[in-house]
């Protein structure tokens, strides 16, 4: 139990596009994911927080109008990088809080690589 | 001073020998406290948590909180190549919407 899956797992793209980032709880409903980008030999670090329902809540410093984040059902959050650059190339792996337990615990899905031409 | 450090590593051990993973904390407020394992290009895999101070077993992994110190370990018994990742800490404090502040990770090589 307790699968999160992203799609897609690896994109290119040129710079100046949008690209869209799927996450989904398959087999259970998330009220909360997160969205981290975690560049080489660095630990996550958290970009947003997304409700269902509702807006959601950016880190310091992170630009919601480039990130915009979407999360429209219980199972599904997107985050999706408008007018990309090169400076944008990263892994963004995005999870959601475990449906039971603390309230702490985070699923992970496998992270998308994004590479910016 | 980062509110979590970790020794990034990298660590290396020969298969079978006792691991040892640590963080130190400054927030005395934290009382949730998660390790992940992270293979490379992955998403990180929920290992264990513990809520306050004491030890928590699971298998070949033990997890230690010292609050007192703010110091918490995980070790790995009989290490084995596929431990070979990186650990990363976590840990959170009660409101603060219930993020997680992370630890730079320790990457583990577990040699056969």
């Known amino acids: 139990g307790a699968v999160v899956s992203q799609h897609p797992s690896w994109v290119i793209c040129k710079s100046g596009t949008s690209v869209k980032i799927e996450c989904r709880s398959l087999?259970?409903?998330?009220?909360?994911m997160f969205w981290y980008r975690q560049f080489p030999k660095q630990s996550l670090m958290l970009m947003a927080t997304s409700n269902e329902g509702s807006k959601a809540t950016y880190e310091q410093g992170v630009e919601k109008d480039k990130f915009l984040i979407n999360h429209a059902s219980l199972t599904l959050s997107t985050l999706t990088v408008t007018s990309a650059h090169p400076e944008d190339s990263s892994f963004y792996i995005c999870?959601?809080?475990?449906?039971?337990?603390?309230?702490?615990?985070?699923?992970f899905g496998p992270g998308t690589r994004l590479t910016v031409t | 001073q980062k509110e979590v450090e970790q020794d990034p590593g990298p660590l290396s051990v020969p298969e079978g020998a006792i691991v040892s993973l640590n963080c130190t904390y400054s927030?005395?407020?934290?009382?949730?406290f998660m390790w992940y394992r992270q293979y490379s290009r992955k998403g990180p895999e929920l290992l264990m948590y513990?809520?306050s101070s004491g030890n928590k077993e699971d298998g070949r992994f033990t997890a230690q909180v010292d609050k007192s110190s703010k110091y918490i370990s995980l070790f790995i018994r009989d290490s084995q190549p596929s431990d070979s990742a990186t650990y990363l800490c976590?840990?959170?404090?009660?409101?603060?919407?219930?993020?997680?502040?992370w630890g730079l990770g320790t990457s583990l090589a577990v040699n056969p």
């Open positions: 513990t809520y």
């Open positions: 976590a840990m959170g404090n009660a409101g603060n919407n219930r993020k997680l502040i």
């Open positions: 087999d259970f409903q998330a009220t909360t």
């Open positions: 927030n005395s407020a934290f009382q949730y």
């Open positions: 999870s959601a809080r475990a449906p039971s337990g603390t309230g702490y615990e985070q699923y």
